[in-house]
């Protein structure tokens, strides 16, 4: 390659012996690499299957530098739909909280720690998600059935509030089905009593 780099013009190139071989073996060997380095993203992927919804590049991206902040930053909106950022703890080695891309913060039940092995504590950082927004949702629902002035909206993320509305609308209708009370006042005017309630939240300035 030192001859070619001294003079890279082409006749001069056809008359060097071997060069043909050279170049065959160059090309085997990059092929290899190649094929090795797609084995080795097949393998992270298997073990975070998310890592499929980026390319190569965005990958290698995240491999080699799995402990860099703003580089897991960049690249958690396109491996989790519903999280814009994350927040980290104290000298940025775990994550304690998520963000939604209105800014709505989550904190997470348990922090996940950062560490080189990214797919893994990406699969922790999933898991972690899923068992806080589970564990928010049996708190909400509870808060329905046993609060009188009905669920505090600011205490929980719009995503619980709204499922566990749905929840307790539905459980209210299969009481009311099952006691042949279905189409009661009491339960027309207690939604349309929650509907207002939630009108008026809306209105105020200090909510958010």
């Given at each position: 390659m030192t001859d070619v780099v001294r003079d890279s013009r082409v006749l001069s190139l056809v008359s060097?012996?071997?060069?043909?071989q050279t170049l065959n073996t160059l090309l085997d060997q990059?092929?290899?690499?190649?094929?090795?380095?797609?084995?080795f993203l097949e393998e992270k992927r298997a073990i975070f299957p998310r890592f499929y919804f980026i390319g190569d590049d965005d990958l290698l991206e995240i491999l080699g530098q799995?402990?860099?902040?703003?580089?897991?930053?960049?690249?958690?909106?396109k491996l989790f739909a519903g999280i814009h950022s994350v927040q980290f703890?104290?000298?940025?080695?775990?994550?304690?909280?998520?963000?939604?891309?209105?800014?709505?913060?989550?904190?997470?039940?348990?922090?996940?720690?950062?560490s080189t092995d990214v797919e893994v504590?990406?699969?922790?950082?999933s898991d972690e998600m899923?068992?806080?927004?589970?564990?928010?949702l049996t708190e909400c629902v509870q808060d329905g059935?046993?609060?009188?002035?009905?669920?505090?909206?600011?205490a929980y993320p719009s995503q619980i509030l709204c499922l566990a509305e749905q929840v307790l609308f539905t459980e209210r209708c299969e009481q009311a089905i099952e006691s042949n009370t279905l189409m009661c006042y009491c339960l027309c005017s207690q939604l349309l009593r929650e509907f207002q309630r939630y009108k008026e939240l809306v209105r105020r300035p200090s909510f958010s």
């Open positions: 060097r012996p071997g060069l043909r990059l092929g290899r690499c190649q094929k090795a380095l797609n084995e799995s402990t860099n902040p703003r580089v897991i930053q960049a690249h958690l909106k703890g104290q000298e940025e080695k775990e994550i304690v909280a998520m963000r939604s891309l209105d800014g709505e913060l989550v904190p997470l039940k348990n922090h996940v720690p950062i504590w990406l699969g922790k950082l899923k068992n806080t927004l589970q564990h928010l059935k046993s609060a009188s002035g009905g669920i505090n909206p600011s």
